[in-house]
């Protein structure tokens, strides 16, 4: 299942990846009655895998608030589908609505995919450790998922813990041959550690150029001013 990227390299985080025929859930609904029909084994028929890639496009080119009521338009039950919805709810400032989505995908599926939405919703609201203890349950659950990888780095680089983010740092590069925003998050990470064999191999083996070194230099002092205790 693919799961699409967050979009958290080291930027800025604001703190500091039923049927088709139902009428959709619409944020306008509110929390209290949000209740997503979820079922676990289900796939998405071709008509509604096509809705599902509408959305991954959108949300390549940052257009969120267009994604979501892509979704909107008409409710699926799988698991992809609700997937995109907490995630999309979280990118557009909902996260309680979102917490609540992977809440129920969690208890109904116990899926890596519920793990780590919810893991990146509470690093969005500021709890590292509950951030750091889904996004491990997802990791075990997805262990060959970049982008579960790259997030779970860069909350481990939030708690200081540099060793450890520069091994799901790594491991999501290889993963993605060396391309996407893991790129600068790993030599952030080997920066903060001082890593200089690190960034070497990024050079040599990865083609990473000044420009993005010095970019990294910037992200990796931002990072260290940071302070979730």
Request: charged content about 25%; some cysteine.
């Amino acid at each position: 299942m693919k799961w699409t990227q967050w979009g958290l390299a080291f930027g800025v985080m604001a703190a500091l990846g039923g049927c088709a025929h139902q009428q959709p859930t619409t944020l306008g609904d509110g929390i209290g009655n949000f209740e997503p029909e979820i079922k676990c084994g289900s796939e998405p028929a071709p008509e509604q895998r096509v809705e599902l890639e509408m959305v991954d496009t959108l949300m390549a080119r940052e257009r969120n608030y267009a994604a979501l009521a892509q979704l909107q338009k008409a409710a699926q039950s799988n698991v992809e589908y609700w997937q995109r919805y907490g995630q999309l709810l979280a990118l557009t400032g909902d996260l309680p609505t979102s917490k609540r989505v992977f809440n129920i995908m969690r208890d109904e599926c116990d899926s890596g995919e519920s793990y780590h939405g919810l893991g990146m919703v509470a690093l969005k609201q500021g709890n590292l450790d509950e951030s750091l203890a889904n996004l491990e349950k997802a990791v075990r659950k997805l262990p060959a998922s970049a982008a579960v990888r790259n997030d779970y780095g860069y909350a481990l680089l939030m708690a200081k813990d540099y060793t450890a983010a520069q091994r799901q740092l790594r491991t999501s590069l290889e993963l993605q041959n060396g391309t996407g925003k893991v790129r600068q998050n790993l030599a952030v990470a080997y920066l903060l550690d001082g890593n200089e064999q690190g960034i070497k191999d990024l050079q040599e083996q990865y083609r990473f150029t000044d420009d993005e070194l010095n970019h990294a230099r910037g992200l990796a002092f931002q990072i260290a001013e940071i302070d979730y205790e």
